[in-house]
DNA sequence: ACAATAAACCGTAATTATTCTTATTTACAA
DNA sequence: TTGTAAATAAGAATAATTACGGTTTATTGT
């Protein structure tokens, strides 16, 4: 098991939630792979072990690992995408691949350099996000 | 009739597109609010003055208004969000009020800073956007 | 180990935003 | 003014997501 499923199995026991075979699984898919995939992606993988298996576990699992930090989430054509989180120590932002949801760190955040423009305005978040196609993907 | 409104009639016109009060009215409705608008809210504004509107004439001149560069759009909270296009000639993102939908231009395009970082990945698009609360709306 | 209990889960129905379909109406050009 | 393609209405269909009532299961205290 990778060390960011057991630190996130810790961090639920922790808050008071159960450990759970399907937890762990979900937690699995996600942590190895470095990008974003879907709630149908998701279930897709879980339904093959667990047959039958609800919507409603997995959305209310993904919801539940956002609120605890454990996965990120971004939205894109339509559809709510999730990853594990990177690294917190350092804020940063994704270059994107539409194919295969996998992710790239931009270092640069722009919200650096644009303090001056925000006069008056409540900032609550922000997005910067790179689309397009990974070199992977190009080549199939 | 707005300056912005006779030019996306003329495009439409000039595109074999037909004429009809209900795009003159959405094209109006967008063209006196500086910020975005669901398709929900267009619904709202039309069904006063169309008893029995259709869906379907919503969205569908919303995506030709879109494709023919007259409309531009984000995605937020689940929702698409659409608003007359700024002045093109600028390359430009935007400060979003979550309240009210304005906006606000910021001049600083991040992508210029980063070339380095994007070896071997094709850009399609790209995605800068601050969310937050406009000074008007922090006082309501 | 065993029972109590709160959380997790299933099955399914409901919602929400959006798209599609078919028949009808309308704008506009000949 | 009439023919025709475009636009529309009405409502069904779809896709992603959320909600709900009943059942099962993980955990805690005995």
Request: aromatic letters at 12%; hydrophobic letters at 25%.
């Amino acid at each position: 098991m990778g060390k960011k499923v057991t630190e996130a199995l810790q961090k639920l026991k922790h808050h008071g939630y159960k450990y759970t075979d399907k937890r762990e699984d979900m937690l699995e898919f996600f942590g190895n792979y470095d990008g974003y995939r879907t709630a149908s992606d998701v279930q897709e993988f879980m339904k093959e072990r667990y047959d039958g298996i609800s919507f409603d576990t997995i959305y209310r699992n993904l919801h539940l690992f956002h609120d605890l930090g454990i996965l990120e989430a971004t939205e894109l054509n339509g559809e709510k995408h999730f990853r594990m989180k990177c690294d917190t120590s350092k804020h940063h932002h994704h270059l994107i691949c539409k194919e295969c949801g996998k992710t790239r760190e931009i270092e640069l955040c722009p919200m650096e350099y644009i303090e001056k423009e925000l006069k008056g305005f409540r900032i609550d978040d922000h997005k910067f996000e790179i689309y397009g196609v990974c070199y992977d993907c190009q080549s199939t």
